[in-house]
T-cell receptor
Framework: NAGVTQTPKFRILKIGQSMTLQCAQD?????MYWYRQDPGMGLKLIYY???????DKGEVPNGYNVSRSTTEDFPLRLELAAPSQTSVYFC??????????FGSGTQLSVL | GQQVMQIPQYQHVQEGEDFTTYCNSS?????IQWYKQRPGGHPVFLIQ?????EVKKQKRLTFQFGEAKKNSSLHITATQTTDVGTYFC?????????????FGKGTKLSVKP
């Protein structure tokens, strides 16, 4: 099993550009999450999903969108990138909101 | 909304000293989870506590869940350089609703050999 796979690992965006961060898991987990981690800070929940077709906002959803068309995939979309979105993004999955498995992260810089 | 507070933010210890980090919630938690993140890495699950007053041990690590289920602690005995990293606690948000796991800001542990 690959676990939770995130792509890309690094990305530099210009202000106003759009991009999609990909996340896939092969553990048949129902729950998936997107967190952002600013330097030296904790993890802030952006969006989460409890199953295919179901998504909900977390603590910091503004500027982001998600979709969950399949159990395996949970992409995160940035429509108009802003410097405040410079961060490390972690995708995670779990069977039941317990014992989250995290991907290796995407380091995003918006310049 | 749900808040999970952790103290201290940083802890510097000499190898062999003990270390403790504390986690406090503004509301009662159905469970609390602990994660460790090595420098440059991703968070890795350590343990989950569910019962009031629960104590669990993993080798040199001791985890406690308070009687009121609003606080928790992680204690490391005789720290080693391999313990370096940031320790996070996390609890379900919004009164325990499904899928919403809120993390504390973490305690960054450095160990001097």
């Amino acid at each position: 099993n690959a676990g939770v796979t995130q792509t890309p690992k690094f990305r530099i965006l210009k202000i106003g550009q759009s991009m999609t961060l990909q996340c896939a898991q092969d553990m048949n987990h129902n729950y998936m999450y997107w967190y952002r981690q600013d330097p030296g800070m904790g993890l802030k929940l952006i969006y989460y999903s409890v199953g295919a077709g179901i998504t909900d906002k977390g603590e910091v959803p503004n500027g982001y969108n998600v979709s969950r068309s399949t159990t395996e995939d949970f992409p995160l979309r940035l429509e108009l990138a802003a410097p405040s979105q410079t961060s490390v993004y972690f995708c995670a999955s779990s069977y039941s909101n317990e014992k989250l498995f995290f991907g290796s992260g995407t380091q995003l810089s918006v310049l | 909304g749900q808040q999970v507070m952790q103290i201290p933010q940083y802890q510097h210890v000499q190898e062999g000293e003990d270390f403790t980090t504390y986690c406090n919630s503004s509301t009662t938690l159905s469970n609390i989870q602990w994660y460790k993140q090595r420098p440059g890495g991703h968070p890795v699950f350590l343990i989950q506590l569910v019962k009031s007053g629960e104590v669990k041990k993993q080798k040199r690590l001791t985890f406690q869940f308070g009687e009121a289920k609003k606080n928790s602690s992680l204690h490391i005995t005789a720290t080693q350089t391999t313990d370096v990293g940031t320790y996070f606690c996390a609890g379900p948000g919004y009164g325990g609703s499904q899928g919403n796991l809120i993390f504390g800001k973490g305690t960054k542990l450095s160990v001097k050999p």
